[in-house]
């Protein structure tokens, strides 16, 4: 769900056949010390990003654990082509794409989430959206759900590098905060029993109304494709700049062929339909 601010590489040399890990099944020995895997592992929170003055943030863990729901699930149907899910959690989403037979890569800074959404038949990296990505610029739509679009803590910065990853034309489907809110600071993730947040360290976030994130969007070219609330959630549809008349077809997009991923090992290859 959440990614510290990395530098961001260059991007990938753009070939047709793409790299996706192949599966790593052995336990992860830090679980224990990682609120939000023990949160994912149990299904249910109590979970809180919380900033230095003590504000807490309380997470929906178990919407995020539960299968996709309705207002997810109008967010599947609005997609695109081959979807890339940003900080894709335990992968209801991608499950729920894979389940109707979309082609659907999940990626997260989590190893606990990555194996969650690979245990639904997901395909998932253990990666970071600052990271080289498979697909480099050939994706159909890309996710920003769950408060994703504060990944990093500069949605300037996220906004150029989610451009970078899809197709001319792309859609990117974002979720905002339901206030007016435009927030970057520390935020530390805890659990209720530890709120101080002692062991964890802080990471750059940022919290963005739909004003805020259309001012983001609008200062780095891209075009707003449709707003809307559902489910007591707001969400907001941009579209890249293209260098063509029209967005790529929805089939001209990368296809993910591979199976089941927790942590980079072994490559396998993915091409175009």
């Not at 037979?101 to 998932?124: E, K």
């Not at 974002?174 to 947040?197: K, Q, Y």
Request: net charge positive; aromatic share 4%; with cysteine.
């Amino acid at each position: 769900m959440h990614e510290a601010a990395r530098p961001r590489p260059s991007a990938g040399s753009g070939r047709r056949l793409l790299d996706i890990p192949a599966p790593s099944r052995g336990a992860d020995p830090s679980w224990g010390a990682d609120p939000y895997a023990e949160a994912l592992r149990a299904g249910r929170g109590p979970l809180f990003l919380r900033r230095a003055d003590g504000w807490l943030l309380p997470l929906d863990v178990e919407r995020w654990c539960a299968h996709a729901d309705a207002t997810d699930l109008e967010v599947v149907e609005r997609c695109e082509g081959a979807v890339l899910d940003i900080g894709c959690g335990p992968g209801r989403l991608v499950a729920a794409l894979a389940a109707r037979g979309r082609r659907a890569l999940g990626i997260d800074v989590s190893r606990a989430a990555v194996a969650r959404t690979t245990g639904l038949g997901g395909q998932a990296l253990h990666r970071s959206v600052f990271e080289p990505l498979p697909g480099e610029g050939r994706w159909g739509t890309a996710l920003l759900l769950d408060g994703n679009v504060g990944i990093g803590g500069d949605p300037s910065a996220l906004l150029a590098r989610t451009a970078e990853l899809l197709a001319p034309g792309g859609l990117l489907i974002t979720e905002t905060a339901p206030v007016d809110i435009d927030e970057r600071v520390d935020v530390r993730l805890v659990p209720a029993t530890d709120v101080h947040g002692a062991y964890e360290r802080p990471f750059p976030w940022a919290r963005l109304g739909t004003p805020a994130l259309l001012r983001h969007a609008g200062r780095a070219g891209w075009r707003a494709a449709g707003q809307w609330t559902a489910g007591g959630r707001s969400f907001v549809a941009l579209r890249s700049r293209s260098t063509r008349s029209s967005p790529d077809p929805a089939n001209s997009t990368a296809v993910i062929s591979s199976h089941r991923a927790r942590k980079p090992s072994p490559d396998r290859p993915v091409a175009d339909a």
